[in-house]
């Protein structure tokens, strides 16, 4: 794989003002998470993977991110969060040529992966030749978070939120995390064709699937089955992604 990476760059969304964390000063991707802040367990996690070319996705309280990152990584700016497929949108434009794939990650939650996940999803990706390679994990409580749709032959037709699932939808166990790898050609080619949503008004990067299969691009999943993760959203939140966290580390 290491002949790979050269090549493969990431991009870190942490741009978000995450409201239900009542902070006015500090964006959530700051905060501590066991022995350091969370965005520092992925800033290390990618590097001990070997990948050196990584795009911060800033907006909220940015001055709280950049000083703690410093000059290790390069910044691109999201001014107004219109959502995820316009924050890597903005960060497309920070990558260098020389990157032909791109890892995606929240700032947030992308402390649970280790080296072993995230090297299985890059291999995966490059076996297969996917232009979108999405990890989906499985949880015993999934509520509040997108539900992989699949077909009758097991490739993922859509995410749906919970607040646009169905009942039996509902009942469905595998997730998605927001842990996806792109061809950068891909990228360029459909995020500028993604739909706001009516809804909320944002971008979502999860419209990449249907775009990229009603024009019969190749999108592939990696599988990781039970997998402890915690999205980080509230206070109550941190207090149990802290506990799980701890008890994943002992």
């Known amino acids: ?47 001990s993977v070997g990948i050196k070319t990584i795009v911060v996705v800033v907006g909220f309280a940015k001055e709280s991110v950049i000083s703690l990152l410093g000059n290790k990584v390069t910044y691109a700016e999201q001014k107004k969060r219109l959502g995820t497929a316009h924050a890597v949108g903005i960060a497309l434009k920070k990558l260098p040529g020389r990157i032909k794939h791109v890892l995606v990650l929240n700032g947030d939650d992308s402390a649970f992966y280790d080296k072993k996940t995230i090297e299985k999803l890059i291999s995966w990706h490059f076996e297969s030749n996917s232009v979108f390679t999405l990890l989906t994990i499985e949880k015993d409580n999934p509520y509040g978070l997108g539900r992989i749709i699949r077909s009758n032959e097991g490739k993922i037709i859509s995410i749906v939120e919970e607040k646009d699932a169905t009942k039996e939808q509902r009942l469905i166990k595998e997730i998605n995390p927001a842990c996806y790898l792109f061809k950068v050609d891909f990228l360029r080619k459909y995020i500028k064709k993604v739909e706001k949503s009516k809804v909320t008004g944002e971008y979502y990067l999860t419209s990449l699937i249907k775009l990229g299969l009603k024009n019969n691009e190749k999108i592939e999943s990696h599988r990781m089955g039970s997998f402890v993760w915690r999205g980080v959203n509230t206070k109550d939140e941190l207090a149990e992604a802290q506990g799980l966290f701890i008890g994943l580390k002992k």
């Open 1 to 47: 794989m290491e002949k790979n990476l050269s090549n493969l760059g990431v991009i870190i969304l942490a741009a978000g003002k995450g409201k239900r964390m009542k902070s006015k000063d500090h964006n959530k991707v700051v905060l501590r998470l066991a022995d350091k802040p969370m965005i520092l367990h992925t800033d290390h996690l990618l590097k």
